[in-house]
T-cell receptor, first 112, second 113 residues
C-alpha cells in the first residue's frame, strides 16, 4: 500500500558530526514533504519543508534533499548538537488532500 | 504570538466515561487537524476541519468519536465511552490555509484506566 517510511529506526552520532536521516515514500502523487522534530513529551516541531518542484532546500544547519526518481527524501543536520536528540518524522502531503501522512520516525541520539 | 494551544495536557478517564479535548489554533489560522499518536508510533490523521465544517474525517473511527470547530471557541475532539485502546497522545495542528504548513500543539495525553 501507499506509505511513507524510514530506513533507520535509530541513529547515533557524536556531537559535531553531520547527521543524515532518510525517508522513502511510495506515492508519486505526493507534492509536499515536511520534516518534524519531536522531543519526548512534546508536539512535533516544524523543521523544514520542500515541494516536489524542488530538489533541495536549506535552512539553518538543516538541508532537505528530494529525489523524485527514487522517491527518497533526506534530512541533513550539520554540526549535530545534543539538543538535536529527538525523533524525526518525515510527513507527506498528497496532492488534493490536506492530511499529512507520517512515517514511523527515526530516533537521533547525539552523544557529547 | 501564541502557538497552538491544547488542553488539558493530561487527561485520565475510566472506561465508559467521556473525554473532551480542546484545541485553540494559532491566531489567524482557520484550518484545524487532529492526529493520534500511539506509544512508539507515528502520528495518524483523524480529522480536518475548517470553521463550522468537517472537511475530511476519513481517519476518525465511525463510532464514539466526533469533532467540531464552532464559529466561536476552540475545536473539540470528543470521545464517548472511552476504552483502554483510546489511550494515546492526541495532537492538534493548525494552518492558515488548506495548503499551508501545519503547526502542532503540545498534545493531550489521554489515559484510560
Amino acid at each position: 500500500g501507499e506509505s511513507v517510511g524510514l530506513h533507520l529506526p535509530t541513529l547515533s552520532v557524536q556531537e559535531g558530526d553531520n547527521s543524515i536521516i532518510n525517508c522513502a515514500y511510495s506515492n508519486s502523487a505526493s507534492d509536499y514533504f515536511i520534516w518534524y522534530k519531536q522531543e519526548s513529551g512534546k508536539g512535533p516541531q516544524f523543521i523544514i519543508d520542500i515541494r516536489s518542484n524542488m530538489d533541495k532546500r536549506q535552512g539553518q544547519r538543516v538541508t532537505v534533499l528530494l529525489n523524485k526518481t527514487v522517491k527518497h527524501l533526506s534530512l541533513q543536520i550539520a554540526a549535530t548538537q545534543p539538543g538535536d536528540s529527538a525523533v524525526y518524522y518525515c510527513a507527506e502531503n498528497r496532492k488534493g488532500f490536506q492530511k499529512l501522512v507520517f512515517g514511523t520516525g527515526t530516533r537521533l541520539l547525539v552523544s557529547p | 504570538n501564541a502557538g497552538v494551544m491544547q488542553n488539558p495536557r493530561h487527561l485520565v478517564r475510566r472506561r465508559g466515561q467521556e473525554a473532551r479535548l480542546r484545541c485553540s489554533p494559532m491566531k489567524g489560522h482557520s484550518h484545524v487537524y487532529w492526529y493520534r499518536q500511539l506509544p512508539e508510533e507515528g502520528l495518524k490523521f483523524m480529522v480536518y476541519l475548517q470553521k463550522e465544517n468537517i472537511i475530511d474525517e476519513s481517519g476518525m473511527p465511525k463510532e464514539r468519536f466526533s469533532a467540531e470547530f464552532p464559529k466561536e471557541g476552540p475545536s473539540i475532539l470528543r470521545i464517548q465511552q472511552v476504552v483502554r485502546g483510546d489511550s494515546a497522545a492526541y495532537f492538534c495542528a493548525s494552518s492558515p490555509s488548506e495548503v499551508g504548513t501545519q503547526y502542532f500543539g503540545p498534545g493531550t495525553r489521554l489515559t484510560v484506566l
